[in-house]
C-alpha cells in the first residue's frame, strides 16, 4: 500500500473512495513548511482549486490515506498528472508523532494565480476537514476563504 496525503476536496473521504476504492485512512497528517493555496483554474469546480506551495512559515493540515498502486496511479489521472495540471511529488508529513514518506500532488502555477475558488468547493474541503476532526483553527481557515461566488 502506498501513503498519500490528502488536502483539498480529496479530503472528503466519499469522494476519495469513490476515486480510490482500496483507500483506507491512517490518520491526521501535518505537511510543515507549506502553505495551501488556489494556483489553477477548474472547469469542474468553475474557479480556484487547491494546492500546496512551499514557505517555512506556514503548514498545510490533511488525512494521510493508505491505497494500492493500481489506485495511486488511478489519482494521477483524476488529478491531471498527465496532461501536467499536477505533479506527484513524495512529502514528509506528521501523522501520529512520526515522519511519514507519503505522495501528494503540487499544481502548476497558472498565470493570474492565485484564484478565488467556489463555494462549493471549500465546502467539500470543509466536509472533509470536519469529518475527519481537523484542527479547529484550520477549519477557521478554511471557512474564511474567499470564495468567487
Not at 476536496?9 to 482500496?22: A, F, I, Y
Not at 491512517?26 to 513548511?33: C, D, F, K, V, W
Not at 500546496?52 to 496511479?73: H, N, Q
Not at 484564484?115 to 476532526?133: E, N
Request: proline share 5%.
Amino acid at each position: 500500500m502506498e501513503l498519500y496525503f490528502a488536502y483539498g476536496s480529496n479530503l472528503w473521504t466519499k469522494q476519495m473512495r469513490g476515486r480510490c476504492p482500496s483507500t483506507r485512512v491512517e490518520g491526521l497528517a501535518t505537511l510543515r513548511n507549506h502553505r495551501l493555496w488556489f494556483p489553477l483554474k477548474s472547469q469542474r469546480w468553475g474557479d480556484g482549486v487547491a494546492s500546496i506551495r512551499p514557505d517555512e512559515s506556514a503548514r498545510v493540515e490533511g488525512v494521510l490515506y493508505s491505497i494500492s498502486w493500481g489506485d495511486l496511479k488511478a489519482m494521477d489521472v483524476f488529478e491531471g498528472v498527465p496532461v501536467n495540471l499536477y505533479q506527484r511529488i513524495e512529502v514528509p508529513v506528521l501523522c501520529d508523532g512520526e515522519i511519514r514518506l507519503a505522495w501528494t500532488y503540487m499544481g502548476r502555477i497558472e498565470q493570474g494565480a492565485p484564484f478565488p475558488t467556489t463555494r462549493a468547493y471549500i465546502d467539500t474541503i470543509l466536509r472533509g476537514a470536519v469529518d475527519h476532526g481537523l484542527d479547529k483553527d484550520w477549519i477557521g481557515f478554511l471557512r474564511d476563504f474567499p470564495v468567487s461566488d
